[in-house]
């Protein structure tokens, strides 16, 4: 005797939805952790607990400003790079202060990054211990 010999049949359910309810659901599933839209319909409609999952809006600003800044880094080394070539190769007069405008240049706009960098953490951080201590946002 298979296993499948005693579960009774399964019965599927059709419902229509307009295309606002259904991006309202499709959203609510993408935020859960079900693999599958039918696995979340079926717990809801049971009642069974879902997980949600939140994303902060501050920590995906803070992801960009990262990646911003590790892009801004890789083209810095690679201008560091040249210019390490150009002082190899540079005579006595040369255009060694235009290299050097150009270098604190970038190095202001470093600065400006981390401290955007800095003020997004704590931002993070205060939110973090708002929800650890249960006061309302």
């Known amino acids: 005797m298979k296993k499948d010999e005693n579960k009774p049949p399964k019965t599927n359910i059709t419902i229509s939805v307009r295309p606002n309810e259904y991006r309202a659901i499709y959203r609510a599933f993408c935020n859960s952790g079900f693999i599958t839209l039918g696995r979340y319909a079926k717990s809801v409609l049971l009642k069974k607990p879902v997980a949600v ?16 800044i590790k892009n801004e880094m890789r083209s810095a080394s690679e201008v560091f790079g040249d210019l390490k070539d150009r002082l190899h190769t540079m005579g006595p007069n040369s255009e060694m202060s235009s290299w050097g405008t150009i270098l604190n240049k970038m190095y202001q706009i470093h600065l400006t990054k981390m401290e955007e960098i800095r003020v997004l953490m704590i931002k993070n951080y205060e939110l973090c211990l708002q929800k650890s201590i249960g006061s309302p946002t």
């Open 53 to 68: 999952f939140y994303r902060s809006k501050s920590l995906d600003e803070l992801i960009t400003t990262m990646n911003q």
